[in-house]
């Protein structure tokens, strides 16, 4: 996309054209520093050279005061259309009226039987009767009878012979049965245990198990049939919510509507629509997106929801979908049209949202194949995108490994940014929509916001006990899918939001900002301090980064802007104080070295690379402190690549974990001193990289690129020399980035 020369930038836009000849678009845009003043204007012209009247509604600024990021709306005469985007002062129009909408929703909710079936009897780690190899074990469920042969690695008494016979269970019983099926739930719910519920609702049925030997296993109940009951929300004749969009172009409000019962008019105790309606003026387009969200924090009995859900537009169902089962503190939603209108496809000027420094400075010269976006697409295709589905999440995110979620943001994200393809962008945004499935949305009904440390200052949503004012209320009924965890928890939607503008996707941003504030245990936390340091290294990286998403991206005017902010900035000066200001050797490191908290003797360098990553965000935008902190931390992710005159071989730079003091010593403050301490018996350096996968895009020696990239930028003693060795010395890596470009991070050229 080439943007004309007197363009900020441009976006190019394909949609359907209306009735009343225009096509509405909005999207999100951050800017650079500068780029647009306080008090500034903008204004379009479409690619006919035709001008095009722009809503810009601000939405965060950069310290200077300039422009950080808005929502842009217009509506455009033709499709495809590259929209450039000007500085200017638009003339005076009048605001078109804009077009009414009838909107409602309907749930059934209803509950089928769930019984759990439990193998083996073992407790924490004592080990329970194990079953015998050859044995056969009999599930009866109703009339029909479900058996498996115990095989050898499904014998023995700890946790994993048990949950390879819960798991086995799960294959027999659906692949054999009309009437029901079974699920297994992992970690979330117990290894061993096996979920049995029936296809057909308003059945109950009765579990026993036989079986010929040792071992054993144990029924029990865990969810009773209900009998449907139909709640309705409907968008009020006066709409009245909360304002997100206002102009002459696009009008969006934010309603909050209960469902209620038809028949008595209760409220739901649980269950909550949230209508986010947008209605264009020339156009006459309206785009609803329809939000259910189960997250009320304090809510009593808090627990899982199964319905049937209508969505209806002007009378007319827009979309329907059974058996929605809708986990507690979770949402999901949908997006309607008016009659005549889709999502248009919407593609940012690539260079120039590198050049904002919103996101990393990934190449922009790398050409991702379309082989390779194609392959994702046909991949994507066999996810669950449906209402609460995981799409290409990790479930279980303490899982270890290279994986491709895990960086500054996800591959998926990445590949997206870097191409603007349609269908890598779809990969995007149903990835942020999966996340919205995990268990982690707490809103406070009183201020309908993520409930605040500033109320709740002992409050957990992880390890740690909260004083009784600060608990939440015992889920009754919680089986999940997912299993959050701070240290391998990606980005989901921070970027969906950046290029949307969608509110939806700002609220996601927050309420995975709040969880990781209040995961920490509130006496490490310091309460209402919110300070994460009491985490893995890896997971105060992927901490701050998310903590850094929110603090910056929120609107100036956002309740919650200055929580973030403050935790934000507590945060800094903790780093500060403990490292970078630290001139005590007991507590500090010359070398810049953090030590592995649960093993103060040795360090992992590839989590260090990832708090340098996190930090480097930070003070590319501009956040007070974080420069100081990434320049301490510098000293050994930068260092350790250009000490080899020192005593130390780059090459063993990307090693998993080293050793950094002796025994009750202090760590060690020289770079040979450290070298020998490790390879004692290296005299001479390796001429290749020995490990850290350095052919491989997601290595330890990737995770140094983006490293050495970003220290190149401010300017790091040695870094503009290391990443340029590094790119001959690891063409593997290079080669590798067009297929993963999640570390194909560049120096920018220059330094803000």
């Known amino acids: 996309m080439a943007c004309p020369a007197d363009a900020v930038t441009c976006v190019r836009v394909t949609g359907q054209v209306g009735a009343g000849g225009a096509l509405p678009v909005t999207f999100g845009q951050p800017f650079r520093p500068g780029d647009v003043p306080g008090g500034a204007t903008l204004i379009g012209r479409d690619d006919r050279g035709a001008p095009v009247t722009l809503q810009l509604d601000a939405r965060a600024t950069h310290p200077d005061g300039s422009l950080r990021f808005a929502v842009i709306s217009a509506d455009l005469a033709h499709s495809p259309t590259t929209l450039a985007i000007l500085p200017g002062q638009a003339p005076a ?22 019984s759990v079936v439990k193998f083996g009897d073992r407790k924490g780690t004592t080990p329970g009767v194990p079953f015998r190899v050859g044995q056969t074990i009999t599930l009866a469920i109703g009339d029909e009878r479900f058996s498996l042969v115990v095989g050898p690695t499904m014998s023995g008494g700890d946790m994993a012979p048990f949950m390879r016979i819960a798991q086995a269970f799960v294959a027999v019983i659906n692949g054999q049965s009309t009437r029901y099926g079974a699920r297994w739930n992992g970690a979330n719910d117990g290894y061993e245990k096996l979920w049995v519920t029936t296809i057909r609702r308003g059945e109950t049925f009765v579990v026993s198990a036989d079986h010929d030997g040792p071992g054993r296993v144990s029924v029990l109940p865990y969810l009773a049939v209900e009998p449907p009951a139909t709640w309705v929300a409907a968008l009020p004749p006066k709409t009245a919510g909360a304002v997100w969009l206002a102009g002459p172009v696009a009008d969006e409000q934010a309603i909050v509507v209960p469902f209620t019962s038809p028949v008595t008019g209760q409220v739901h105790p649980q269950l909550s629509a949230r209508l986010h309606v947008r209605r264009y003026g020339q156009s006459k387009a309206v785009r609803a997106d329809v939000i259910l969200e189960n997250g009320w924090a304090t809510e009593p009995d808090p627990r899982n929801f199964t319905y049937d859900i209508a969505i209806r537009r002007n009378g007319v169902v827009a979309y329907h979908h059974e058996d929605v089962s809708h986990t507690h503190r979770a949402r999901w939603h949908k997006v309607v049209w008016s009659d005549g209108f889709s999502e248009p496809e919407i593609a940012q000027h690539i260079p120039y949202l590198l050049q904002s420094g919103a996101v990393p400075h990934f190449d922009p010269t790398l050409v991702i194949p379309a082989a390779v976006v194609q392959r994702d697409v046909a991949s994507f295709a066999k996810r669950d995108t449906g209402p609460l589905g995981t799409a290409q999440v990790m479930t279980y995110m303490p899982t270890a490994g290279g994986r491709p979620d895990i960086g500054l943001l996800p591959r998926w994200a990445v590949v997206a940014l870097l191409t603007m393809d349609s269908g890598a962008r779809a990969i995007l945004f149903a990835n942020a929509d999966a996340g919205a499935g995990v268990p982690l949305h707490y809103r406070d009904k009183r201020t309908d916001l993520p409930i605040s440390l500033d109320d709740h200052p002992t409050m957990v949503m992880g390890p740690g006990r909260a004083r009784p004012r600060d608990a939440f209320p015992a889920v009754t009924i919680g089986d999940s899918p997912w299993t959050a965890q701070i240290a391998h928890h990606p980005s989901l939607s921070y970027l969906p939001y950046l290029l949307s503008g969608d509110l939806f996707y700002l609220e996601e941003v927050a309420f995975w900002a709040n969880w990781v504030l209040a995961s920490v245990d509130p006496v490490y936390r310091g309460g209402s301090a919110g300070l994460i340091f009491a ?11 998310t903590l850094g998403e929110a603090a910056l991206i929120l609107p100036d005017s956002h309740p919650m802007k200055g ?13 500060i104080k403990r490292y970078a200001g630290n001139a005590d050797p007991a507590q500090g490191s010359v070398l810049g070295i953090i030590a592995k908290p649960d093993d103060p003797g040795v360090m992992a360098p590839w989590q260090q690379d990832f708090l340098f990553m996190a930090f480097g965000q930070l003070a590319q935008q501009g956040v007070p402190g974080a420069e100081e902190v990434l320049r301490w931390l510098g000293r050994f992710s930068v260092g350790r690549w250009a000490a080899d005159a ?3 071989c780059h090459q063993m730079a990307p090693a998993y974990y080293i050793k950094i003091r002796e025994r009750g010593g202090p760590i060690l403050p020289t770079w040979r001193a450290l070298f020998e301490l490790n390879w004692p018996d290296v005299k001479v350096c390796p001429p290749a990289f020995p490990f850290g996968e350095p052919d491989s895009a997601g290595g330890y020696v990737a995770n140094a690129n983006a490293v050495l990239a970003i220290a190149a930028d401010f300017d790091i003693a040695g870094a503009a020399m290391a990443y340029r060795r590094l790119q001959v010395e690891a063409p593997g890596m290079v080669r590798a980035f067009p297929t993963n470009p ?3 991070i560049v120096p920018r050229g220059i330094r803000r």
Not at 93 to 114: C, H, M, N, W, Y
Not at 563 to 575: G, K, Q, T
């Open 563 to 575: 929580y973030f902010n403050s935790r934000l900035a507590a945060n800094v000066a903790w780093y």
């Open 535 to 545: 985490n893995e290294v890896r997971g105060q990286a992927w901490s701050l980064r």
């Open 93 to 114: 129009i009048a605001v078109p009226a804009k077009p009414d909408f009838d909107l409602g929703v309907e749930i059934t909710v209803f509950s089928r039987q769930v």
């Open 742 to 744: 999640t570390f194909a």
């Open 646 to 648: 020192d005593g130390f």
